[in-house]
């Protein structure tokens, strides 16, 4: 069982940065692909980026190519998300997810844990 609480989410404007926090409980968060996905208002939730177990791979939705960069740290069981120059379409609630497979970005089923969310709102 891996339990996900993400942290860092808040009010900032155009322009900004934000660093998202997801802190994993249980010793097996090193096993699982990890991925951040978001939900905007009124809008299906959406992949934003992935990482392999071992940090060696990444990929990100288009949209957020070049400004958000996903990380991990299996030491302390944490995963990030460093998000620059945020623009107001950003505004979601962002979440954290733990998956068997990297292809989890384009197949939910293949996610095992979701955390409850954080919501960043950027202002124009």
Not at 34 to 63: C, H, L, N
Not at 104 to 119: D, E, F, H, R, V
Request: charged share 15%; aromatic share 12%; net charge positive.
């Amino acid at each position: 069982q891996v339990q996900l609480v993400e942290s860092g989410g808040g009010l900032v404007q155009a322009g900004g940065s934000l660093r998202l926090s997801c802190a994993a409980s249980g010793r097996t968060f090193s096993s699982y692909a990890m991925g951040w996905f978001r939900q905007a208002p009124g809008k299906e939730r959406e992949f934003v980026a992935v990482i392999t177990w071992s940090g060696g791979t990444t990929s990100y939705t288009d949209s957020v190519k070049g400004r958000f960069t996903i990380s991990r740290d299996n030491a302390k069981n944490t995963l990030y998300l460093q998000m620059n120059n945020l623009k107001p379409e950003d505004t979601s609630v962002y979440y954290c997810a733990a998956g068997n497979s990297f292809s989890m970005a384009t197949t939910t089923s293949l996610i095992n844990y979701w955390g409850k969310g954080t919501l960043v709102t950027v202002s124009s």
